[in-house]
């Protein structure tokens, strides 16, 4: 049952990376001349792995910082595979993934220690 909610949470992750990104790219593109809008490409991961660690060490309510540790063990399972996938091999900075993992396991014991929303109708 935890897998299927780990899959459902990392392709919520992925989906979220990517139109942030075609987002932004649309931005920089038709809107902005200034080349310093390009850093915003460097927040988009973390903030979305922080996101949805919370959300999903939230909806299981149990070990936040595994919870953390699994969402950037898929997001960088992926990331591994397609850059194998597509020969760029010698471009993955195992360092920067490793930066996003203290993100990530924050927001999975954050998530574990927020309150559920009571609806009362």
Known sequence: MRIGKLVRY??????MI???FFTLTIYIYYF???PSMEIAYNFIVPVC???VSLFYSRK????????GIEIWIVYFALVLLMKVLFNY???ISILRHLLYLPVSILGGVLGV????????R
Do not use: C, I, P, W
């Open 10 to 15: 990392s392709l919520y992750l992925l989906v």
């Open 18 to 20: 990517l139109a942030l």
């Open 32 to 34: 902005s001349d200034k």
């Open 49 to 51: 792995m922080f996101v």
């Open 60 to 67: 299981v309510h149990e070990n936040g910082l595994l919870r």
């Open 89 to 91: 091999a010698e471009e």
């Open 113 to 120: 220690n927020m309150k559920q929303r009571m609806v009362t």
